[in-house]
C-alpha cells in the first residue's frame, strides 16, 4: 500500500517534470528563434552602417572638393572684379580725354571760323 502511493506520487512528479521538460523545450525553441532573428538583425544593422559610412566618406570627399571649387571660384570673381574696376577707371579717364579733345577742337574750329 506505501508503495503504491510512493509509486503515484513518484509518476505524478514524473509526469510534472515531463510536462514542465515540454514547457521549457518550446521556451527554449521560442528563445532559439529569437536569437537567430535578432542576429540577422544585427547583421543588416552591420551592413546598413558599413553603407553609411560608405556614403558619409563619399560625401565628405564631395564636400571638400565642392568647398575648394567654390574658393577658387570666389578669388576668381575678386581678380575679375578688380579687372572691371580698372576698366571702368580706365573708361572713364578715356571718356574724360575724349571730351577734352573734342572741346579743343570745337573752339579750335571757332577760331578758325572767326577769323
Known amino acids: 500500500q506505501q508503495v503504491e502511493g510512493e509509486l503515484e ?6 509526469e510534472v517534470g515531463e510536462i514542465k521538460i515540454l514547457e521549457l523545450e518550446e521556451e527554449l525553441r521560442v528563445v532559439a528563434n529569437n536569437l537567430k532573428s535578432l542576429e540577422v538583425s544585427e547583421e543588416k544593422a552591420n ?35 578688380k579687372e572691371v574696376d580698372r576698366l ?16 579743343e577742337l570745337e573752339q579750335t574750329f571757332a577760331e578758325m571760323s572767326g577769323y
Not at 553609411?52 to 571649387?69: H, P, S, V
Open 9 to 14: 506520487r513518484a509518476e505524478d512528479r514524473a
Open 47 to 81: 551592413q546598413r552602417e558599413e553603407s553609411y559610412k560608405e556614403q558619409i566618406k563619399t560625401l565628405t570627399a564631395k564636400l571638400k572638393q565642392a568647398e575648394a571649387r567654390a574658393e577658387f571660384a570666389e578669388r576668381s570673381v575678386q581678380k575679375l572684379q
Open 88 to 103: 571702368e577707371d580706365e573708361l572713364m579717364a578715356e571718356q574724360d580725354k575724349y571730351k577734352s579733345i573734342t572741346e
